[in-house]
């Protein structure tokens, strides 16, 4: 992060706008892997249509350049196990009737294994120096990775939250980070599911009740929140922001 020093700003969100600062903002992008967005890998051996997933990646890009130039952290997750697949719960593999399983070989290498080309993540949101990735085992981002950790010590509190799929990876995180204590802001249009229902339906369960587990938003409403820092003209929201 390139300043400790408060960056307010609004966010136009469901069921409510939220205001943050950004300098105790993350950027979350979960599990962008061509595992899971490329034919050949995890996501169709399950049996789906990995191209549903592309249309996250433009906003999703949007934002992750705008973090950028604000400075804010950008953390990137990736699902997937050790080469023994020893950190890989046996249901996990055995379960399904799957075309591959984890740790078979397909065109992109063993699927879901750490180092493999099917494990990294897509060209268009390849991290760069600065930003951890974080390689998880499960569904969940803080499921048996340093993840808090990394957020304590950045003085995270906010975090938005993009990636893959809406009502799986997306959703489980979601639910984690706020039993933990962090505001999360999903961006409907950077998230993706292979279901478009369940896609829909991921989001409104994280807004209903009032923000049951968080705040909704989207790619411009961000991008304009990034814009209102950049501007200057968070100050008039300063008061109560978090
Ligand atoms: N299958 C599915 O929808 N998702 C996953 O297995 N992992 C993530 O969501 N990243």
């Given at each position: 992060m390139k300043t400790?020093?408060?960056?307010?700003?609004?966010?136009?969100?469901?069921?409510?706008?939220?205001?943050v600062d950004l300098s105790r903002t993350a950027l979350l992008i979960i599990d962008m892997q061509r595992d899971f967005l490329e034919p050949g890998?995890?996501?169709?051996?399950?049996?789906?249509?990995?191209?549903?997933?592309?249309?996250?990646?433009?906003?999703?890009?949007?934002?992750?350049?705008?973090?950028?130039?604000?400075?804010?952290?950008?953390?990137?997750?990736?699902?997937?196990h050790r080469p023994d697949l020893s950190d890989a719960p046996p249901y996990k593999i055995e379960r399904g009737a799957p075309s591959k399983r984890i740790g078979d070989v397909g065109p992109m290498g063993r699927i879901?294994?750490?180092?493999?080309?099917?494990?990294?993540?897509?060209?268009?949101?390849?991290?760069?120096?600065?930003?951890?990735?974080i390689d998880k085992p499960g569904k969940g981002a803080f499921c048996q990775t340093d993840l808090e950790l990394t957020l304590q010590n950045a003085g995270i509190s906010n975090i938005l939250v993009c990636g893959v799929t809406t009502e799986v990876c997306v959703n489980t995180t979601v639910r984690e980070a706020n039993d933990r204590g962090y505001r999360c802001v999903v961006l409907g249009d950077c998230c993706a599911s292979y279901f478009p229902e369940f896609h829909d339906?991921?989001?409104?369960?994280?807004?209903?009740?009032?923000g049951i587990f968080g705040w909704v938003s989207g790619s411009q409403e961000m991008l304009a929140a990034f814009a209102d820092a950049d501007a200057g003209l968070a100050p008039r929201f300063a008061q109560g922001s978090v």
């Open positions: 400790q020093q408060a960056l307010k700003t609004r966010i136009s969100a469901e069921p409510q706008p939220i205001e890998g995890f996501g169709e051996t399950l049996g789906n249509d990995v191209s549903l997933l592309q249309a996250a990646v433009g906003p999703c890009k949007a934002v992750l350049e705008a973090a950028r130039r604000a400075g804010i952290l950008v953390i990137h997750t990736r699902e997937g879901l294994v750490r180092g493999e080309p099917g494990h990294d993540i897509i060209p268009e949101l390849y991290p760069i120096a600065g930003e951890p990735v339906m991921g989001l409104k369960m994280i807004k209903a009740q009032g």
